[in-house]
């Protein structure tokens, strides 16, 4: 297993997304792939600009996102995990599958929310067109789980 692609939301469940990343990285001596997709910019996709201030808003967002994807790429590579990370732009689930597949990904891991229902049907569910798209083996790490080291402390 060379490639390792984990896509992150910097949401609740990427601690426990990175816990299990890390573990397979060293177990299999991998390459770890971070990927991010940020909201594409209004400019670049042909949308209307908005007032400056909502514009100014989207780019310090975007160097927010990119800033935590890199500190989390560096603290990974610290523990000696060769880790690169990507932020892009573009529809999430279709720019994650192009990616991993670029990629040559042998793995990804992603997370689930645990969306349903009415919140389901609005929202979607990206773990669920990942696992319907994706030409590797995804392990999907759900919203409640928590690592042993989590539960002891």
Do not use: Y
């Not at 793995?107 to 319907?132: A, C, D, P, T």
């Amino acid at each position: 297993m060379k490639n390792i692609v984990v896509a992150l939301d910097f949401s609740q469940i990427t601690p426990a997304i990175i816990t299990q990343a890390e573990t397979l990285v060293q177990a299999f001596n991998s390459k770890l792939w971070l990927i991010h997709i940020a909201e594409p910019d209004p400019d670049f996709v042909g949308f209307k600009t908005g007032p400056q201030p909502k514009r100014d808003r989207w780019a310090q967002e975007f160097r927010r996102e990119h800033q935590q994807i890199q500190d989390l790429a560096e603290e990974l590579r610290q523990k000696g995990l060769d880790t690169v990370a990507l932020l892009t732009q573009g529809s999430t689930v279709e720019t994650i599958l192009a990616e991993a597949k670029k990629l040559a990904a042998d793995l990804m891991i992603i997370g689930s929310h645990g969306r349903s229902g009415i919140e389901k049907f609005f929202v979607g569910s990206v773990s669920e067109g990942i696992l319907h798209g994706a030409h590797c083996p995804v392990l999907v790490i759900p919203a409640s789980w928590r690592s042993p080291e989590t539960l002891e402390n």
